[in-house]
């Protein structure tokens, strides 16, 4: 448990600028025991650790060397976006030096932004696969090229090793080619030479927390032009790079769900930064369209393995659900940057469920294998030709985005936690974990075996004495009852100050004064709407934040596909230190179809309503769906159905 | 009605060689009216005639002209298999002109056959894509290069042109492609330069049937050969080349669809003029795990868009089913060489079931506009991206596969509706059409308006008098209730002398006697196997061999995906001569969902069982699903829930 008592200035990403229209700003949080803090650890031991070696023998590196002309041989790797797993991994090893001195880490981070340096050209310029694949022409490939989004994660890196070190060396490059693209791109009648957007949005977000580095205002309007230039058709119109309309015009979140991520997260920075309410209106509402008919229940997003799609509204397949790791952390920054703007607790709600499924179901229990693609169901007899959409966790992938972009998120998640109070002051509290909370004057320590537990104590360490504050936390949307015991008072659902998904207490506090919140976490069944064709007749069960799921290493004697579920039947809780590193299951009843092999060759027969098949009973053993795939190769199933 | 008294041998496709191992041969055919007739004339008025102009624009011809050295300019055409589009129209076409004379057809036919013949080379090479783009490195990429593809379907065109004309201009380029291919092709050891196969298989099947035209056991062995080697990893192993396990050892259909069964049909008809068992019996094993876990309602076959593969077992999709034209095609080439080879009535189930509803939805009513995917559903507000792979008609695809091919089956037809019985001679009937069946001294007169009307009167207008023979007839596995009436005889279901799906008439017949068989055509609701995820809880509407659709056109004040449908009451016919050419439509009760538009932002919520939705009443009006998409666009679909 951590002991310090100052109120750190907050060293992660999404640092406001100071004129910023947000109705909430980052406080500080340290994760000092339980759930997170033991997938961060395992990120720092292991995960982070093993980047750079993975990055030789990928190749990434080696092309570095080739660009600053210390190496010879060919450039390796597939795609034009290699350079970025560099860049994504030394903002991950930033916010992880950011959170400790690492003595082995160090060294390797700055052995690489030395790389990454030497391998710029003199006018900022600085992309491996261009300078030596297509004989240095630029820019001539906007829409497959990805040399704005390559862009745009050196300048994240370089705001993270700035953040984290005080150093300049990678912010310096970064600047120069920021300032690069400032002399490249412009509008029509700008004098400009190229009036030109990414096909993979990134390098917009990217500029916006350039500028909270720097103060440097040309980066906000830079982002805000490849913002709005989206949508004219710049590249062929297509909605897969995010060109088909405005976004400012747009009804609903379309196409490649990352490009449309990383896009909407410039946005709403665009909107906090500058107030512009159509921007702000714009993110709202298409945010509302993807909660209500575009995620899956994990806050998994996109539907189509083809072009990596959102796919049309409430098509949410299970097998083939995409839901790319990259999206689910992309979904987080996102819903994080819509949090800090307005203020809404919902937001809060949809990180909390991503983070415990949809994203943590990408990384591995040991932290050295990886999903990129998270669906909700893999069959019995799931033939699977591997590589980087396999449904079985891969040491690294050919297209390696997610591993180093789990590991960024992981080493700053302490930076999603908390925030101030919409009045600048106070704390709101919108993930519970075991650690410290801290903004202007204030900290509060917390412990928690969340989600195991529901219970979490928050102590005040550090307060103005002079003046109340309140005390905000997010009561989550998943939660039927709650209680909550602030000194000699209790509350409950009942009769607790809760404001839209807030639980608000405000008073003068002391240090030492307790609050005591307890969520109730029962087991549930979960349905879906009904326009949800992939799960009809289908429910899921969950716990709290997680959602649970079957795995065939549960279940022996047989698959899961002939698993029907009994919903009549209570649900029992099961924890189990020795499983999976220690989770805990929900026991469910079920039976096993008996259908007949009779020799058929037509699965389709006369509906016959009434007509049930019969069953044999078997206890249904669900695991948290983040922990699947972390034992032997085998069938998994979150939907189940019920009849 | 054909008044012709002859028993002509059949100019199609799959002519056994004289020492084939079949129960079965091919029969002649005519269609002189009625459903396919109508079909068959677009096809030869409105699609054929088309060909060449959008061969020309689309660069087919071209590039063959570039190959010969009578044009200049560039090569045109985005992929490897362009030529195909030439020879599948070729083969088309030639299969028209062997119906009937057509003046303006045939010197557009005489005309292509003469470009494809400049553009070979001296040593029989023909591929124009490898002859002008790749410097003429030929085999250098049989894994992506489709060279041996191309020359199967100019194998199967120079087939086609001979049977039809006599002339053997395309033969001789066919011979002399296949004998260079015998040079350069063979196993390690043969002394042949190359031990390869072909990514896409087309070109075994196509040997078969140049060894049956021209009696060349090499062209069979080659077949043989190319057929082994699949499996064994000379493609790199994986499935989607046909390449991970040799069609003997294999236990389920995988990979890339079309080229499965592609490579199905000729191990069936190796199996056929060989009489291998290990062969036979691979084949059946394969087709009995297609239908009875991959296989769409429609026939239609593939459940993947991503590398058109066909997933897992049970797995089958609706908005994402993938059904290319193309598979539906190969599945019919298939079934049929199967039916022959074994006898079975349960292939031309499947026939049935593809021709009426997965292939024939392919095509437009008017014959001008194509879907290369068929999904059993389109939801409400669904976002197309357009191209080859729309839910929406389109002219022409820049993959132009599925068009020829299409016509080359529409304008064969015949070829696949009727056989020998199992002794060589007497008739059995595979597909009820107006028109007339003959084989071997045997004419049989047909009158129906199937699928219409169940009724289907037979004559006998010629026949061998010294002798008994059998006429079967196929009771379609849809079917529950039929009679028959033969002379004075009558039987139903429960005392006519069915075997296996055949009704077996063994007589004396003269000329006039009469055969009325009437299947009954009450509308049905099936349902799938409860392993089919994607539409539990769902019914669809069917009418004899004809799936049915809701489509957004026939409901209006609202889209589909509210629609449930009552299955508790009666279906009933509407016969619709104005609508969509003529249909015969089934009208359903349902209700639409009345949903609070509650403006909550999360889709699940607790499950609640016995909590209905209420609902307004709807009368639904479904079209057969081959006729869907001939309107204006809007949502569709085949599975309709039913609570």
Redesign the interface.
């Known amino acids: 448990m951590p002991t310090t008592h100052s109120a750190p200035t907050p060293t992660g990403p999404v640092r406001l600028g100071p004129a910023a229209h947000a109705a909430l700003r980052p406080a500080g949080a340290e994760i000092g025991a339980g759930f997170w803090h033991t997938r961060r650890e395992v990120n720092a031991r292991v995960s982070l650790p093993q980047g750079p070696q993975l990055l030789e023998s990928a190749g990434n590196l080696h092309n570095l060397r080739l660009a600053a002309g210390t190496a010879e041989g060919d450039f390796r790797g597939g795609y034009p976006f290699v350079d970025t797993d560099v860049y994504k991994w030394l903002e991950a090893a930033s916010w992880q030096l950011a959170r400790q001195p690492d003595a082995a880490l160090r060294p390797e981070v700055d052995r690489i932004v030395a790389l990454v340096a030497a391998a710029q050209q003199p006018d900022g310029y600085l992309n491996t696969w261009f300078q030596l694949r297509q004989g240095g022409e630029r820019y001539r490939d906007l829409r497959w090229g990805h040399e704005l989004y390559c862009a745009g994660h050196l300048l994240q890196a370089a705001v993270a090793h700035h953040r984290a070190t005080g150093n300049t060396e990678l912010l310096d490059v970064a600047r120069r080619f920021a300032d690069h693209l400032g002399q490249v791109f412009g509008p029509p009648g700008s004098g400009k030479p190229i009036d030109g957007i990414d096909g993979h949005p990134e390098v917009e977000t990217a500029l916006v927390e350039l500028y909270r580095e720097t103060g440097e205002r040309d980066y906000l309007d830079l982002a805000g032009y490849f913002v709005d230039r989206h949508g004219h058709g710049l590249l062929g119109g297509?909605?897969?790079c995010q060109d088909r309309v405005p976004v400012r015009e747009a009804a609903?979140v379309?196409g490649h769900a990352v490009r449309q991520l990383y896009l909407l997260a410039a946005v709403t920075d665009l909107a906090t930064e500058t107030g512009e309410p159509e921007l702000r209106a714009a993110a709202e509402r298409l945010?509302?369209a993807m909660?209500?008919?575009k995620?899956h229940?994990t806050g998994g997003l996109g539907a189509?393995?083809?072009?990596e799609d959102f796919g049309?509204?409430?098509?949410l397949?299970?097998?083939?659900a995409y839901c790319e790791t990259c999206a689910a952390i992309a979904s987080v920054q996102w819903s994080w940057r819509m949090a800090l703007l307005t203020g809404e607790a919902?937001y809060g709600?949809l990180i909390e469920r991503t983070l415990y499924n949809g994203f943590l179901a990408g990384v591995s229990l040991d932290g050295e294998r990886w999903l990129y693609v998270n669906p909700l169901?893999v069959?019995?007899?799931?033939?699977d030709?591997g590589g980087d959409?396999s449904a079985r966790r891969t040491r690294w992938f050919r297209c390696a985005c997610c591993p180093p972009n789990a590991m960024r998120l992981l080493a700053s998640l302490e930076h999603y936690l908390s925030s101030t109070d919409t009045d600048g002051e106070g704390l709101r509290v919108h993930q519970y974990v075991s650690g410290r909370y801290s903004s202007h004057g204030i900290g509060v320590r917390a412990e928690t075996d969340y989600p195991w537990h529901g219970t979490v104590a928050l102590t005040v360490e550090e307060t103005p004495q002079d003046r109340p504050w309140t005390l905000s936390l997010r009561i989550p949307?998943w939660c039927r009852e709650f209680r909550v015991r602030v000194g000699t008072l209790s509350y409950d659902r009942t009769d607790a100050p809760v404001e839209n998904g807030w639980l608000r207490l405000t008073r003068t506090w002391a240090p030492g004064d307790e609050v005591v919140l307890e969520l109730a976490l029962e087991p549930?069944?979960?349905?879906?709407?009904?326009?949800?064709?992939?799960v009809?007749?289908?429910?899921?069960i969950e716990r709290g934040p997680l959602v649970y799921c079957l795995e065939q290493a549960d279940h022996p004697g047989g698959g899961l596909?002939?698993i029907v579920l009994d919903?009549?039947r209570p649900l029992a809780v099961k924890h189990r230190p020795d499983l999976l590193g220690g989770i805990t299951g929900v026991v469910a009843a079920g039976y096993r179809?008996r259908?007949p092999d009779d020799g058929?060759?037509?699965?389709?027969?006369?509906?016959?309503?009434g007509t049930g098949?019969a069953g044999d009973a078997v206890e249904l053993t669900a695991i948290p769906y983040y922990a699947w795939a972390n034992r032997q190769d085998g069938s998994m199933r979150v939907w189940l159905?019920?009849s």
């Open positions: 297509e909605a897969y609903d379309e945010w509302h909660t209500t008919t995620t229940l189509h393995h083809d072009e049309d509204p409430y098509e397949p299970t097998e083939r919902r709600d169901q069959r019995d007899g799931h033939t030709p959409q949307a549930r069944l979960t349905a879906a709407d009904p326009r949800v064709d992939a009809r007749g289908c429910a899921a596909d002939d919903p009549t179809r259908l058929r060759w037509w699965p389709y027969r006369d509906a016959e309503p098949t159905p019920t």
